[in-house]
């Protein structure tokens, strides 16, 4: 298995048990470090390259508090879909950005933000405007 694989492995790894970030801490911390480690040894993000973000696409699940913020009828598109949001964490440099979206049943919902809670009480407001 090369670099790459590697990497790619452990971001989809590290997106999965992010889920559930109090239970999986201690793992999460050591492949956190291990795509910090992989990152610099590797070759693919050069300095010299113009992009040199990382991303880590997975899965963001809210709480049922943050639902019962929503509009009734996309509580209930939501949660018939688990509660789960596609995200996106991207480190660029010294900066993090997180980018939320939704794109099912007729909803194209798009938020982000500096941390995940900023990005989810973004992504509560912009469904206050997509009710159908």
Do not use: W
């Amino acid at each position: 298995m090369n670099n790459i694989e590697k990497l790619l492995c452990l971001c989809g790894r590290f997106m999965i048990l992010s889920i559930n970030k109090e239970r999986n801490a201690q793992e999460l911390e050591k492949i956190f470090k291990d795509i910090t480690a992989l990152r610099r040894e590797s070759n693919i993000y050069n300095k010299s390259e113009a992009d040199n973000a990382i991303s880590i696409y997975g899965y963001v699940k809210f709480t049922n508090k943050e639902i019962l913020q929503m509009p009734i009828n996309f509580r209930k598109v939501l949660r018939t879909d688990g509660s789960l949001v596609q995200a996106c964490k991207t480190m660029k440099e010294k900066i993090i950005s997180f980018e939320l979206h939704y794109r099912r049943n007729e909803y194209n919902i798009y938020a982000n933000g500096n941390d995940l809670e900023t990005a989810k009480q973004k992504f509560i407001k912009c469904t206050q405007f997509t009710e159908i």
